[in-house]
């Protein structure tokens, strides 16, 4: 849970976990013609062709059960494609980040219901969407009795997870908000990149309530035309000001404080009826992975503060736990992907070590361009293995 201009904008959602019934569906604008595919009912891929004006997927129908979609890129802009409610807010899955020529497998545990698919050239706009029917004559999706419990356990822990960086996340953010508003300068910069990691480790789940993920940690960059600017890096660009910036007034500090609380208590609040499945977890590891690949290891993420290592850490800790919590029903299906996820893993954590100082990280653009390339071709290393777990763990 996914926006950059060199930061396209963000997509308003990610992992489709929840969203308020009060929002209105967003319009299906720029849809492709996808009223001729047949149903897909032979539990083959349903294939997707991406490109800057269409998004042909060979199958408006498919029945019930893990569903793989196989998203080829044959335009000339990176691209990603979305599986979304019928509402269109809430996204559930997704895969990001497809470059020219590339073909990447989605892979969903689906119930029955009306969904959308959506291509987003460029990775920008609401996509290129189309209605997409899930029936309930699929075969139920069994498992053993060992590996269903694996499973359940895996799905447990990591919602227990998600618990805890929000509840870490709403403290912080108090503390943050507090000297912010004060005009403690000093101390807010020193809680910012470590409160900001415990919504960076859970990225793609706070990410999948769309209207909270703009108001929280949208970039100046994404800002459409009149739109108001909240959140995280709002602050940020007040802490750490660029040249001929000028200053936030007090009370424009107290409000922004006061907003930043007030959405990440709705975030706690949403997040303590959480359900998740082995799917999503595999799924928004990858995301997470996908966010460092994109944001972070470009240094476009903290473009005033350069905590980017700091936010770099957390979705590393975020897809490195969202893994092990799979660790023993993989190893039971595809031991040798489990052991290559552990070696890269161990590797890219290794890589990252080396710019730790103290309890935080050296400032981003402190790193060499060859310092960058290492940790780049690291994410990269791990991100191949990675994007197979989800299908390891739920086919």
């Known amino acids: 849970m996914t926006a950059f201009r060199t930061s396209p904008r963000r997509f ?148 227990a997870y998600v618990k805890d960086q929000t509840e870490q996340l709403l403290a912080g953010t108090r503390s943050f908000a507090a000297a912010f508003a004060a005009g403690e300068t000093e101390t807010a910069r020193g809680l910012y990149a470590s ?41 940020e660009k007040d802490l750490f000001a660029p040249a001929g910036y000028t200053a936030m007034t007090s009370a424009e500090r107290a409000g922004l404080s006061a907003q930043l609380v007030a959405d990440t208590e709705d975030l706690y609040q949403r997040t303590r ?36 290592l700091w936010d770099f850490q957390a979705n590393v800790d975020g897809a490195r736990i969202a893994f092990e919590n799979l660790r023993p029903v993989l190893e039971k299906k595809d031991a040798a992907l489990a052991a290559k996820l552990d070696t890269r893993f161990s590797a890219l954590q290794t890589e990252l070590g080396t710019h730790a100082r103290g309890t935080g990280f050296a400032s981003y653009d402190d790193l060499t361009p060859e310092q960058v390339r290492k940790l780049a071709a690291l994410v990269d290393t791990l991100g191949e293995p990675l994007s197979r777990l989800t299908a390891a763990v739920v086919l």
């Not at 009826?273 to 799924?283: E, V």
């Open 195 to 235: 409160t900001r990691m415990h919504w960076e480790r859970i990225e793609p789940v706070a990410e999948s309530f769309g209207d909270l993920d703009p108001k929280l940690d949208l970039r100046e960059a994404d800002l459409e035309p009149g739109e108001a600017w909240t959140g995280w890096h709002r602050a």
């Open 12 to 159: 308003s959602g990610r992992l489709g976990l929840a969203a308020t019934a009060a929002l209105l569906p967003l319009t299906l604008a720029a849809c492709t013609d996808n009223a001729a595919p047949a149903a897909s009912t032979d539990g083959a891929a349903i294939t997707v062709s991406s490109t800057s004006s269409e998004c042909k997927v060979s199958a408006a129908e498919a029945p019930s059960g893990n569903l793989t979609f196989a998203i080829s890129n044959d335009g000339d802009q990176v691209t990603e494609f979305y599986l979304l409610a019928e509402d269109g807010l809430r996204i559930l899955a997704e895969v990001e980040n497809i470059g020219p020529g590339i073909t990447r497998n989605l892979v969903a545990t689906v119930p029955a219901g009306k969904y959308l698919t959506a291509c987003k050239p460029g990775m920008e706009g609401d996509g290129l969407r189309a209605a997409f029917t899930v029936t309930g004559t699929g075969q139920a999706v069994t498992v053993d009795d060992d590996l269903q419990k694996l499973t359940d356990t895996a799905t447990g822990q990591y919602t």
């Open 273 to 308: 009826t959480l359900g998740l499945t082995a799917d999503k977890l595999g799924n928004g590891a990858k995301e997470l992975l996908d966010e460092v690949a994109t944001g972070k290891v470009t240094g476009e993420e903290e473009i005033w503060s350069h905590t980017d």
